[in-house]
């Protein structure tokens, strides 16, 4: 006889009960609320990563933004004060553009590397939750049904 299919408590599910009269249909309650309190727990690190990360980017732009302001006001105040050779203006202008693009770039690249460390998350849960359906299905008794199911999750 297959082990208890009843949750913990005074609930009795009967399809979960019928079921449990067949080895093959067997269901491990405490196996799946592992598997969600597992998948919670990849979400809430997720979320966390995610959560630092969009704080980092918002206070790098911010800065980002006002370094940019303050160069090209000073740029401008400079042409203002100082009338220059053209080709000199340009070359700081030039100067100032580089230096903000570098700085987007560099949040880009954070962002990128954010997203890649929260995807590597998702993708060990998603490896742990099939090696537990792996491990399930070897457990499953062989008969004439369940042997293409053990052969396919291998």
Same mark, same amino acid.
């Given at each position: 006889?297959?082990?208890?299919?009843?949750?913990?408590?005074?609930?009795?599910?009967?399809? +979960? @009960?019928?079921? /449990?009269?067949?080895?093959?249909?067997?269901?491990?309650?405490?196996?799946?609320?592992?598997?969600?309190?597992?998948?919670?727990?990849?979400?809430?690190? #997720?979320? @966390? &990563?995610?959560?630092?990360?969009?704080?980092?980017? #918002?206070?790098?732009?911010?800065?980002? +933004?006002?370094?940019?302001?303050?160069?090209?006001?000073?740029?401008?105040?400079?042409?203002?004060?100082?009338?220059?050779?053209?080709?000199?203006?340009?070359?700081? /202008?030039?100067? *100032?553009?580089?230096?903000?693009?570098?700085?987007? *770039?560099?949040?880009?690249?954070?962002?990128?590397?954010?997203? +890649?460390?929260?995807?590597?998350?998702?993708?060990?849960?998603?490896?742990?939750?099939?090696?537990?359906?792996?491990?399930?299905?070897?457990?499953?008794?062989?008969?004439?049904?369940?042997?293409?199911? &053990?052969? +396919?999750?291998?």
């Amino acid at each position: 006889m297959a082990k208890t299919t009843e949750p913990a408590g005074d609930f009795v599910n009967p399809f +979960a @009960k019928l079921m /449990g009269e067949w080895p093959a249909f067997a269901f491990n309650y405490d196996a799946m609320l592992d598997g969600q309190r597992r998948n919670w727990a990849a979400l809430v690190e #997720a979320n @966390k &990563v995610w959560s630092e990360t969009a704080q980092a980017l #918002a206070t790098r732009q911010m800065e980002v +933004a006002r370094q940019a302001m303050e160069d090209f006001a000073a740029l401008v105040e400079e042409s203002w004060r100082k009338p220059g050779a053209f080709e000199d203006q340009i070359g700081k /202008g030039a100067e *100032c553009t580089r230096h903000t693009l570098e700085g987007f *770039c560099d949040l880009a690249d954070h962002a990128t590397k954010s997203g +890649a460390e929260i995807m590597k998350l998702f993708n060990k849960r998603m490896s742990e939750t099939l090696d537990d359906a792996r491990t399930v299905a070897k457990r499953a008794p062989s008969g004439s049904g369940s042997s293409t199911h &053990v052969a +396919a999750a291998d």
